[in-house]
Each structure stands twice: as structure tokens, then as C-alpha cells.
């Protein structure tokens, strides 16, 4: 009885406690108010502040970045994840939610190593909740405390989260023993004020900003520092116990910490020479030695991206990458640089920034760079050579490092120098079909040729095909994966070669492209439909391609006998900086030439051609609903 009657008595209680959770009128009109704002979303964050500060610990510059939020559900239920990530080089001290009444909530957090498709290995961990959201209007609020052991791993902080913010604030402390520059990154379109007051021995900035909203959620956007208003974090030095110690002041600094990284690296190899001798006994000359150890590399290091830790800077040997036969990219840059050097080449470490980090060298930060490559100097020329590129032909570079920045290693001094540009024509893409009609089918001879990128593209992903569905998904993509398409005779160049035009012959049949009615004809030419519906409607974001683009398609139709051309689709073309569509019907003689051309010159299709772009589309995907009509005579 005395048990009942404790469970009667505790119901009230648990109500009160339920009211005091459960939101008020006021946070539900907020939410609804908010939804209007931000439809496609669930979570708001009414507020989101962050607090950096620093401490000296065992004679390195620790961060603490301090972050409490508000978190309001905005639809009628949500469940989300809240994750906070960090590494060896940093630990979660404080992880926590609490209900609108500031009560606690115990909700169960998991902390987990966090996977990445693209990393074979990593030190990286999360920590994240469950955390259910049941009404509209309910909120919870959270704090957690991230330390970084040394500075120079904290390299930013972003305005921007995956949620809205209605409120944003970012503070930091700057003791005056630290010498530290905030580089502005990225404010130009935003309301963002800064105020700066000095409080005993420290000076406060503070940056405040309303109505940011989340990440954009879109495919080939750019990276995150061009398009996100952010702090880059540049540690100069700082002084302890009366000495001054230099951080990255300059980039002779950043140069100097890498180049230490290096320094230590075992050289001497038995298997290295080995391999080097097998690889370089038969060619006729330095190109082509330099080529079978470029080549061998590519083909045969897998690679597989490797953080944890030093680890994620530090190269593995050269030995190391050569007998397990998968390496990062400093493993196989290393790696090639080696071999290299033992077959009696200069050929050194290169850092470099990909295309998606918007810094270069002139900012002394880890935030500038991502990637390793190899350079070779040969004949007073500077050669790249990244072997992490599949099927890369010596001398070409890949998109995403044209244009970069990179820094050399030179003893105990650095070259900078930019990776060279090319433009869309060395990746062209040609398709040519010389056809005829029989029994209401198109067929004739087709073939493909393929050029720079494309070539290597093509060759990427054909090689990685199993060996006994090569054939099959070959047919298919040159189909383009349609059923009425059928392909036969196939005949290629070498499909290993990287640096020869790849060129594709084959037989080509498309069934159901052509009606006959009374004495008309009705044909449906292009079964492959390039770039159909690809307007960019609602996006905010530039796209970017894999790379510069020139695809060419020339499709020559024979017009049957005692017919003549009632309708033809009409022609059209665009060609600004950035891309060019041009597509054109016409009769020449006993022919009908369908010709197109989409040239993506820069890799881009930035937001101010959005609106020509979608035109061109618009244009373009009426040729293709719009059939060719030819009339008896």
C-alpha cells in the first residue's frame, strides 16, 4: 500500500516536471514564426555562441572552444544526431544537454572512432546523442568543451553550422603572452560587428551576426573556406616564462615544421634499389625511366588516405609504402621521389592545397594545404607528378592542383611555384555516328575518342572493372545505359595506355527511334541526351565539374530514299567565359548533321551564369523532346 501510494504522490510531481519541459506558448509561435522562414528545415539554433580561449601546457598553446547552444524544433517532431568531432590531437572535456527549465538531461551519448570512406586509417573520433525533439516549439540547450592540445591544429572556426542560427557569436580571448592574427574570411555578404575591449591581460573580440543559415546541402559546391564566412586562427608566437617561441609567423616557419617532419625519414632501401634497377634497366632514356617509375607507382601503390595524429603530416617510408603496397599521398609521393632520386634524378617533397582549400602559402596555417605531391627538375623545367592520380600521363595535372600554389622543398629553403593550367580542349571527348535507317531502326558505326582528363576518367574507371564484366560494362556505357540501344564489334586502342588518345569503334543499333505514319516519319536521333534537365533551379552554390569539359557529338543520319526533311528542331548557341552549348540540325546533301558541343571552360558554372545556363537547357532539352519529321514524297 505505502508503494501506491508513492506513485500516486509522484505523478503530480512528474507532470510539473513534464510542464516545465514541455515549450511555451511563446517558443511554439516562435517556431511556427521560424518555419515560415526556414521551410526546409527542422532544427533552428536560437542561439550559438563560442568561446575560445588559450592556456600554456607542457610548453605548447592549448585551445578550449567553449560552445552552448539553444535548440529549437521548428516541425512538429524532430530526431536528429548531435555529434562533436575531434582527434588525437584534441579530447571532449565537457558534452552536455539540458531541458528548457536548465534541468539536466540525461541523454545517452556514444563516443565512437569516426569512419570516412576516403580514409584507410585515422585517429578521428565522435561524440554524439540521440536527441528527440516531440512537439513543435520544444528546445534543449547545450554546452560542450573541445581542448586542442596545440594551436597549431585549431585553425579556424565557421560562423556556419548544419542548423540555421538566429543568433551567432564568437569570442575569443587572446592573452597577451599569445601574439595571434584573426584573418576575416569570407564577411563581405554578411552583417557581421566586431568589437574588441581589453579586460586586465587579455583582449577580447567578439564577433556577433543574426540569421546565418546552415550548410548548403549541394553537389559539387566549393570548399567550405570560399563560401563560408569563417575566422582563420594564424598563431605567430608567444612567450613563457620570459622566452618568445615562434609558432608559424611566416611561411618559412610552416616550411620549417614539415620540413622537420621529413628529415628523420629512412632513405636507404635494398628493395628500394632492387626495384628501381628492374623498373629502369631496359629504357633508352631518362623520359622513360622516369615514365616506368611514375607509371609502376600508379598502378601499383593503392592508395588510401591515412590521418592519426603526426601521421597525418609525417610521410611513411619509402620502403614502407614499396612493401605493403598501399600508401597516403606523402607515402607515395615520398615513394616516387626515392625511387627517384636512386635512378639519379633531383626530385623533392612538394605541399600543396587541392582546389577545394581557397588559401595559399602567403597564410602560415595547416589550413592551407591537404595534399603531397612529387616535383622533378629535369632540363630546367619544373614537372609535377602526383601518383595518387590513376592513369595520369606524365606532364598532365589534374584539375583540382591547376592553378595551386605548391611549396617545394629546397634544402633548408622552399620554392614556391604554381602548378600549370591547361585548358578544356587537351580533355575533349568526341562521339561520331554515321548512320542509316533500316526496318525503322538507326544503325550505322559509331566511335569514341578520348583526350587528357577524359581519357583518364575512362581509363580509371574501365580498369577497375573485374576482368570478366569488363566486356559487358563496356557495352553498357557506351549504350549510355539504354535498353533500345545495342552494341556490338567493339574494337579500342590500348585501354591501358595513359598517354595515347583512347579511341573506341563499334556497331550501333538503337530500336524505337523510329515511327512511321501514313507517309511521314518520325525519329527520335540522340539517345544519349547530354546534360537534359540539368538547370540549376534553387541552387546557391557554384557547381564545379571534375574537370574542363569539351564534349563534342556528331551524329550524320542518311536520308532514305524518296524522302525529304519536313521538320528539323531549331538551332541554337551560347558561349560566354564560362561554358559554351551549341547544337545544330541541318541538311547537307543526302544527310541529315546533328552536331553539339558542351565546353565547360573553367570547370565551373558559377551563380551569375546561372540564369543563361538554365536557359541554354531549357533550349536544349526542347531539341530533345522535339522530333525530326521527314514526309514522303
Known amino acids: ?15 510539473y516536471c513534464q510542464k516545465k519541459m514541455d515549450p511555451t506558448p511563446e517558443d511554439i509561435s ?12 527542422d532544427i533552428v539554433l536560437l542561439e550559438s555562441d563560442n568561446l575560445i580561449t588559450f592556456s600554456i601546457e607542457d610548453n605548447k598553446v592549448a585551445v578550449n572552444n567553449y560552445t ?9 517532431r524532430s ?20 531541458y528548457r527549465n536548465k534541468k539536466e538531461a540525461r541523454l545517452l551519448s556514444k563516443d565512437i572512432s569516426y569512419t570516412d570512406n576516403d580514409l584507410f586509417h585515422n585517429d578521428a573520433r565522435v561524440k554524439f546523442a540521440n536527441v528527440d525533439f516531440p512537439t513543435q516549439g520544444y528546445t534543449y540547450f547545450f554546452e560542450s568543451i573541445k581542448h586542442t592540445k596545440d594551436i597549431k591544429y585549431f585553425t579556424s572556426v565557421y560562423f556556419t553550422s548544419e542548423y540555421p542560427s538566429v543568433s551567432r557569436k564568437i569570442v575569443v580571448e587572446i592573452p597577451d603572452w599569445l601574439n595571434i592574427e584573426l584573418f576575416e574570411k569570407n564577411f563581405e555578404n554578411f552583417d557581421i560587428q566586431k568589437t574588441e575591449e581589453q579586460v586586465g591581460d587579455k583582449k577580447i573580440i567578439t564577433y556577433t551576426t543574426a540569421n546565418i543559415e546552415a550548410y548548403y546541402d549541394e553537389k559539387g559546391s566549393p570548399g567550405p573556406s570560399y563560401i563560408y564566412p569563417h575566422i ?19 611561411t618559412k616557419d610552416l616550411y620549417t615544421w614539415y620540413k622537420s617532419l621529413t628529415k628523420d625519414i629512412s632513405h636507404e632501401s635494398e628493395v628500394l634499389n632492387e626495384k628501381v634497377t628492374e623498373l629502369t634497366k631496359d629504357a633508352t632514356s631518362d623520359e622513360e625511366k622516369i615514365k616506368n617509375i611514375y607509371y609502376w607507382i600508379q598502378d601499383n601503390i593503392r592508395y588510401i588516405a591515412f590521418e592519426d595524429g603526426i601521421a597525418g603530416f609525417k610521410p611513411e617510408t619509402a620502403e614502407n609504402v614499396l612493401t605493403k603496397r598501399y600508401g597516403d599521398c606523402k607515402g607515395m609521393a615520398n615513394l616516387a621521389k626515392e625511387m627517384l632520386v636512386i635512378a639519379g634524378f633531383d626530385a623533392r617533397l612538394t605541399w600543396i592545397g587541392t582546389k577545394r582549400i581557397a588559401y595559399n602559402y602567403s597564410t602560415p596555417s595547416l589550413a592551407v594545404d591537404n595534399h603531397m605531391i612529387c616535383t622533378l627538375f629535369k632540363d630546367g623545367k619544373k614537372i609535377f607528378l602526383d601518383p595518387t592520380e590513376k592513369f595520369s600521363a606524365f606532364g598532365e595535372y589534374a584539375e583540382r592542383i591547376q592553378g595551386k600554389q605548391s611549396m617545394i622543398e629546397n634544402n633548408d629553403s622552399f620554392l614556391l611555384e604554381e602548378v600549370p593550367t591547361s585548358t578544356s580542349k587537351k580533355n575533349k571527348e568526341y562521339f561520331l555516328f554515321n548512320a542509316s535507317i533500316v526496318n525503322e531502326e538507326i544503325e550505322g558505326l559509331a566511335s569514341r575518342k578520348y583526350q587528357g582528363e577524359s581519357r583518364a576518367d575512362f581509363l580509371y574507371n574501365f580498369n577497375n572493372l573485374e576482368s570478366n564484366k569488363k566486356q559487358e560494362a563496356l557495352k553498357d556505357y557506351l549504350a549510355s545505359y539504354n535498353r533500345n540501344v545495342l552494341v556490338s564489334d567493339i574494337e579500342t586502342s590500348n585501354l591501358e595506355n595513359r598517354e595515347a588518345e583512347i579511341d573506341v569503334k563499334y556497331a550501333l543499333k538503337h530500336n524505337k527511334a523510329v515511327s512511321s505514319f501514313d507517309n511521314e516519319m518520325y525519329i527520335d536521333l540522340d539517345f544519349y541526351k547530354e546534360f537534359d534537365n540539368y538547370a540549376f533551379e534553387e541552387r546557391q552554390t557554384n557547381y564545379n565539374f571534375a574537370y574542363k569539359k569539351d564534349v563534342i557529338t556528331e551524329m550524320r543520319l542518311k536520308i532514305p530514299v524518296s524522302y525529304s526533311v519536313s521538320t528539323l528542331p531549331e538551332s541554337f548557341s551560347i558561349d560566354n567565359a564560362n561554358f559554351k552549348i551549341a547544337v545544330s540540325l541541318q541538311k547537307e546533301a543526302d544527310y541529315i548533321v546533328y552536331k553539339k558541343e558542351f565546353e565547360i571552360k573553367n570547370a565551373t558554372i558559377t551563380t551569375s551564369d546561372f540564369e543563361a545556363w538554365n536557359d541554354a537547357i531549357t533550349k536544349l532539352n526542347a531539341i530533345y523532346n522535339e522530333q525530326i519529321i521527314l514526309t514522303k514524297s
Request: proline share 3%; aromatic share 14%.
Open 232 to 250: 582563420l586562427l594564424l598563431a605567430k608566437d608567444f612567450t613563457s616564462k620570459g622566452e618568445k617561441q615562434i609558432l608559424f609567423n611566416k
Open 1 to 15: 500500500m505505502k508503494k501506491i501510494v508513492f506513485i500516486i504522490l509522484l505523478l503530480p510531481f512528474i507532470g
Open 68 to 76: 552552448t547552444e539553444h535548440l529549437m524544433n521548428i516541425n512538429s
Open 79 to 98: 530526431d536528429i544526431q548531435k555529434p562533436v568531432f575531434y582527434d588525437g590531437e584534441s579530447e571532449i572535456q565537457k558534452f552536455q544537454f539540458y
Open 30 to 41: 516562435k517556431a511556427k514564426e521560424l518555419r515560415s522562414l526556414y521551410d526546409e528545415e
